[in-house]
């Protein structure tokens, strides 16, 4: 019997993956760039044993651990993970998993992004697979291979940036910055944690059919730049606008998308308009991004922190606020969840 436990961090999105060149090894068609989130980390335990009948996965519910059914094209995801990753391994025995987050799970705050790359993490040490556990770029391009490319962003700690490309061997992530870097934060403004009802694998599919979709994607060359030169200057107001710009973006497909796909709800207008209306009036710096959810990421300064969360919590829609430092990405931990 062996048993691993490893730790991950979700990442907000500045510069948004969507859509995809190969959708069987999930290649994202943009390079993509994120931030690490302090707060919602998933913690992951896996137990390997030939006495094991079947594979099992559980997460953890708020109150307990409930089975995860293959029912959703994502589940199926984790459970192909594993089956890949044993036979890599060589190894016939099965796995008991259990798997908890520290935030709402499927609100926009890219639950599979953290989920993922801890499960396959965790996978890879159970089976053996240490020396790709600890090369980071490999460790991404296995983590990119469950389904989720965000996913892989969150191997390292910090800033970092997703890698398009040809073949399997081209799509990695890479650092920008370490978690150390800058005293960036990233305060979420909870409107909702109601699950989403296009899945991200159906939103990438359908990016092509967005009049809009390859407009995105001629912006996309200079806004990496700008973006990757704003966080090695830690330029706050360089970076903003391309945050906000790439949110804009990203839903204008998704709205004109078929099918189309409408995120927003009347809390998350109300914060954007807020938030540009500190900057107007207040010189307050913060900008919104908005993932696959409802739900507000307000980038600031630390030094802006306090004042953002106070107004955020004010605005009548926000029944919570979630505040994120950068962070380490994937490691292992020493304490089992079972
Ligand atoms: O990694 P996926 O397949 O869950 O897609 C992520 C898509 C967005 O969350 C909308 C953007 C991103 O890059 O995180």
Not at 54 to 60: A, F, P, T, V
Not at 108 to 118: H, L, P
Request: hydrophobic share 35%; glycine share 4%.
């Amino acid at each position: 019997m062996t048993k691993v436990t490893v730790q991950s961090p979700a990442n907000i999105a500045f510069i948004k993956y969507w859509g995809q060149t190969n959708e069987n090894i999930f290649i994202p068609r943009n390079n993509n760039i994120s931030m690490t989130l302090s707060a919602c980390q998933t913690i992951t335990t896996i137990e390997r044993s030939s006495d094991i009948k079947e594979d099992k996965i559980e997460l953890y519910n708020g109150t307990d651990y409930a089975p995860l059914f293959k029912d959703t094209h994502k589940n199926k995801n984790a459970y192909d993970q594993v089956e890949r990753i044993r036979k890599m391994s060589g190894s016939k025995d099965k796995v008991h998993i259990r798997s908890k987050n520290t935030f709402p799970s499927d609100a926009g705050i890219a639950s599979s992004a953290s989920g993922f790359s801890a499960l396959t993490a965790a996978l890879l040490l159970v089976f053996d697979q240490k020396k790709i556990f600890n090369d980071k770029k490999e460790l991404s391009k296995e983590v990119r291979l469950c389904g989720s490319g965000s996913a892989a962003r969150s191997v390292y700690g910090g800033f970092v940036e997703l890698l398009t490309g040809n073949s399997h061997d081209e799509s990695y992530a890479v650092q920008i910055a370490d978690e150390n870097h800058w005293d960036l934060v990233d305060i979420v403004a909870v409107i909702n944690t109601n699950k989403k009802k296009i899945s991200s694998s159906q939103g990438h599919a359908s990016a092509d059919s967005s009049p809009y979709y390859k407009t995105r994607l001629e912006e996309m060359k200079s806004r990496i730049k700008t973006t990757r030169e704003a966080i090695v200057e830690k330029n706050s107001e360089k970076l903003g606008p391309c945050i906000e710009e790439d949110t804009i973006s990203l839903h204008i497909v998704m709205m004109t998308s078929k099918p189309a796909n409408y995120i927003w709800e009347p809390g998350t207008i109300a914060i954007m308009k807020a938030i540009v209306e500190w900057r107007e009036k207040d010189n307050l710096q913060a900008y919104f991004s908005i993932d696959a959810g409802a739900n507000v990421h307000v980038i600031c300064e630390k030094k802006n922190a306090q004042e953002v969360q106070k107004r955020l919590k004010a605005i009548e829609f926000v029944k919570d606020t979630i505040y994120n430092e950068p962070c380490t990405g994937t490691h292992e931990i020493q304490d089992h969840l079972f």
